[in-house]
């Protein structure tokens, strides 16, 4: 017979146990991949990479510019029938607005842009004109049924005077029109901390992107090859548990892996991506 006192150390051992396999025990977030993590082979063979990125546990994808190439309706019943949901895809700045239509029969729920044009990213006039545009698409998006999201890098947060490229963002565009897609990653690069970065922005922040920092570099405001320190999620500084953390209390609705280049195969870093992550979600 058991113990009273075994009882007790071994139900304090199972409640720790649960605690660290997920943070949301009774509502398990789904994972995602950005498919530009997986490039090469995803335009080369994408049902291939579908079916790859399925088996190791992942459920969601993010799409990107380079698989395009094919009708809308065509790519969203592959990734479909993976048994996978694009709830997101990213849609290049020049030519947006024309690919709105393309978005909405894909299905995705968020139109998010990754990046401005270069010659946008060194004027304060640059982010205001980006942000009208946001504004003006995000009511375009709305009428069709999506919702219009910005991702960060690091060249948002280079100073004008007493301002940022991002503080710009952020004041002249409409929250109820243009959300965010925060990537922690370039948060940390360019100094900040995405756990506050977040806090600060609830209800604006509706899908993180994962990668982590390798430690010991410096970090920066400029978008080049001095800034890329990329490794797996849970073998760099950032704190993950605290992210995933704060949001899921601001709301933050999808997770999304994605390395833009390292040592590892593509496929190998999503696999130890996910199986960190796993452990939280």
Request: glycine share 8%; charged share 25%; net charge negative.
């Amino acid at each position: 017979m058991m113990s009273r006192r075994n009882f007790l150390a071994k139900s304090s051992v199972a409640v720790g146990l649960a605690s660290a396999q997920g943070l949301w025990a009774e509502n398990r977030r789904a994972i995602g991949v950005q498919l530009y993590t997986v490039r090469d082979d995803a335009e080369r063979d994408l049902p291939a990479v579908l079916k790859e990125i399925r088996r190791i546990g992942y459920e969601e994808v993010e799409t990107y510019w380079d698989v395009y190439n094919r009708p809308a309706a065509e790519l969203r019943r592959m990734i479909e029938d993976h048994g996978l949901r694009v709830p997101s895809g990213h849609f290049n700045y020049d030519g947006l607005e024309q690919k709105l239509d393309y978005a909405a029969a894909l299905g995705v729920q968020y139109v998010t842009c990754p990046m401005l044009p270069q010659s946008q990213r060194v004027s304060l006039a640059g982010f205001q004109k980006a942000a009208d545009d946001f504004n003006r698409w995000g009511k375009l998006a709305r009428e069709r049924g999506m919702t219009l999201a910005f991702h960060n890098h690091n060249y948002e947060f280079q100073k004008f005077g007493s301002t940022t490229g991002f503080e710009e963002l952020l004041t002249r565009t409409d929250p109820a029109l243009v959300k965010l897609e925060i990537d922690c990653y370039w948060i940390t690069q360019a100094g900040h901390d995405p756990v506050e970065i977040i806090r600060q922005l609830k209800g604006r922040v509706k899908m993180l992107h994962l990668k982590d920092r390798i430690a010991g570099f410096s970090t920066s405001q400029s978008l080049d090859a001095s800034a890329e320190h990329f490794t797996e999620v849970g073998h760099g500084t950032i704190q993950w548990k605290e992210v995933l953390r704060v949001a899921e209390e601001c709301g933050v609705e999808h997770f999304f892996v994605e390395r833009d280049s390292g040592e590892l195969n593509a496929m190998e870093s999503l696999r130890r991506s996910y199986g960190y992550l796993h452990q939280l979600m």
